[in-house]
């Protein structure tokens, strides 16, 4: 994985939100987004405390929407306007980080339609790669707290921690939150309308950049 400039990537896309259009699957939705640990978002010391662990380490960070080449899906632009706010409460008991160890974990994302509550478990993959001391690790969150209007889904994540601070890496993470409505289902209208608002906030970032 590239080297990611910002501050400590929690890598534990109006966001890059993809609605399923299928007329079967009109009660899902999908966020896709990018977190990045941010002294002017601290954690929320109030989140962890309803955590059904005891947190020991805690995060605080922001949203971004990620951009992706069409033809292959690749990240071409990581986003720096941000579109919400995260808090995430880790309990950690081996500070070697060692691969394969599972650690709970307990978050809230802050985004545009509301608040999103998970909680589960991330499994370390490496802490060595691409460097001694940086750690990768996989997510897999069942959601318990979510907006009106929703009913719940999963959260799952690539995540990057950076305990050591080494120079070039952030902490954070790319998160994929699949939800279900509360038996709403959009009209093709709205559909595609919020198809043509989010192609058009596309359209202005690059123009932006």
């Avoid at 980080?97 to 985004?111: D, W």
């Avoid at 001694?132 to 959260?155: E, Q, W």
């Amino acid at each position: 994985m590239s080297r990611i400039h910002g501050g400590a990537v929690m890598v534990l896309g109006m966001l890059a939100v993809m609605s399923v259009a299928s007329e079967a699957r009109a009660d899902e939705v999908i966020y896709q987004f990018r977190t990045e640990e941010d002294p002017a978002n601290p954690p929320d010391m109030a989140v962890c405390a309803a955590a059904p662990f005891q947190s020991n380490v805690f995060l605080g960070a922001s949203v971004y929407v990620p951009l992706h080449r069409p033809r292959d899906g690749k990240v071409v632009y990581e986003g720096r306007k941000r579109v919400g706010s995260a808090t995430a409460c880790v309990r950690l008991t081996d500070f070697t980080f060692p691969p394969g160890q599972q650690v709970p974990f307990y978050a809230r994302f802050n985004l545009p339609d509301g608040s999103f509550t998970a909680s589960g478990t991330c499994t370390l993959v490496s802490n060595n790669v691409p460097e001694a001391g940086l750690v990768l690790a996989g997510c897999a969150l069942k959601l318990v707290g979510v907006p009106r209007g929703f009913v719940g889904g999963t959260v799952s994540s690539t995540s990057v921690f950076n305990p050591f601070k080494l120079p070039g890496y952030a902490t954070g993470s790319y998160y994929t939150l699949y939800a279900f409505r509360d038996g709403y289902r959009r009209s093709a209208r709205e559909e595609w309308e919020e198809r043509d608002e989010w192609e058009a906030a596309d359209r202005a970032s690059e123009a932006a950049r």
